[in-house]
């Protein structure tokens, strides 16, 4: 019943008096706050195993409804940490997740078997988020995850947020051939959800082995690529020497030649729709079309 439809119905029974305004006013105010109540407790208490896993868990759940996200949720390479502040963060262990009394767990490497099938054996929902090599792959994650949260049109809100970027980005490189390239001297082949970034702009990857590969210095002294696509060289800077070969001359030399971007490690550690994000980058980078 709408308010104008209470309003009048009030003034025809002849009640349209300041004491009955008073409860006529409380009695809205107490209609909309069972309104709020029955929405709150429709979404389930839900607590986050990993980083990847607060990704989804922060795009598309109420606030009030998240008991916990993985302690790693507000690091700097957390894509939506700013929305992790004064949110509770949680250890993953068995005595932690019961005791804020989940509904639904989601997780992507979080939490061993063990503790999985305990949380199971108790009643309690685990929604696994599936390793992605393609763009449908993100796609099924999001609409698993937003059905599992009761959340199904946030999640179609971040499909179509996706799908706009990727189409206004196909194409932008026109076939240019390009090496993604990690300071740890890993290149990304078919297989990846790396290489569906790359071909998403429109590059072709010049690296043709299947999945994650390491590329040798030697080849990139006797053959170095036409373009490079570096990832994760922003945490490479805060990492100090602890990715070894990234202080290496040849490679570093390579990068200061070749490449034609940079993405972020915020944009490539999950297999969310960040990617996305990833091809829009590239596709600004590119030249005039």
Known sequence: MTHVHLANSARMDGRDKPGHDVRWVAGVAGLLASCLAATAQAAPRVLSLDQCSDQYVL???????????????????????ALAAGLPQRRVDLETALAVRPDLVVRYWGGEPRLVRALEARGVKVVTIADSTSF??????????AAALGQRPAGE???????????????????????YLTPGGASAGPGTLVDAILTGAGFTNAEAR??????????????????????????????????????????????????VASLPGAMLGCPDWSAAEAVEMLARKAPAR
């Open 59 to 81: 795009a598309m759940s109420p606030r009030a409804s998240i008991v916990g996200l993985s302690t790693r949720a507000d690091d700097a390479d957390s894509r939506l940490r």
């Open 136 to 145: 449908a792959d993100v796609r099924r994650n999001v609409r698993q995850v």
């Open 157 to 179: 809100a971040i499909v179509a947020r996706m799908d706009a970027r990727l189409a206004a980005a196909a194409g932008a490189w026109k076939g240019a051939s390009a090496l």
């Open 210 to 259: 299947p999945g994650f590969q390491v590329v040798s210095l030697e080849q990139l002294a006797l053959s170095p690529p036409r373009a490079v696509v570096t990832g994760f060289f922003d945490t490479f800077q805060l990492a100090g020497d602890s990715w070894g070969i990234g202080r290496h001359r040849i490679l570093q030399r390579t990068v200061r030649r070749s490449a």
